[in-house]
């Protein structure tokens, strides 16, 4: 069983920044793979940003340069630093990871981003 746990999130204007951490359990956490994911309304969930185990990071092109995936090995936390944030980054931003065949996601963070 893997526990994702989320928290941050919230409320900025244009052009602000917000961070988000998953505190992880149940796993060998230097092990795996983190994801952030986020959800817009009435659109997919698409990958947003992802830290492979050795630290190596990758990005959606939207996000490029504006937010930065890392992870804490000693805390087994993930956090996702949001900057210049624009009224289309807002969705509920969901942390993930693939262990044991199977994906497991964290409860969501809504991310409101005011024009």
């Known amino acids: 069983q893997v526990r994702l746990v989320q928290s941050g999130g919230g409320l900025v204007q244009s052009g602000g920044s917000l961070r988000l951490s998953c505190a992880a359990s149940?796993?060998?956490?230097?092990?795996?793979?983190m994801s952030w994911f986020r959800q817009a309304p009435g659109k997919e969930r698409e990958l947003v940003a992802h830290i492979t185990s050795g630290g190596g990071t990758n990005y959606a092109d939207s996000v490029k340069g504006r937010f930065t995936i890392s992870r804490d090995n000693v805390r087994f936390t993930t956090s996702l630093q949001m900057n210049s944030l624009k009224p289309e980054d807002t969705a509920v931003y969901y942390c993930?990871?693939?262990?044991?065949?199977?994906?497991?996601w964290g409860q969501g963070t809504q991310v409101t981003v005011s024009s």
């Open positions: 993930n990871t693939h262990y044991r065949q199977r994906d497991w």
């Open positions: 149940g796993t060998l956490f230097r092990a795996i793979d």
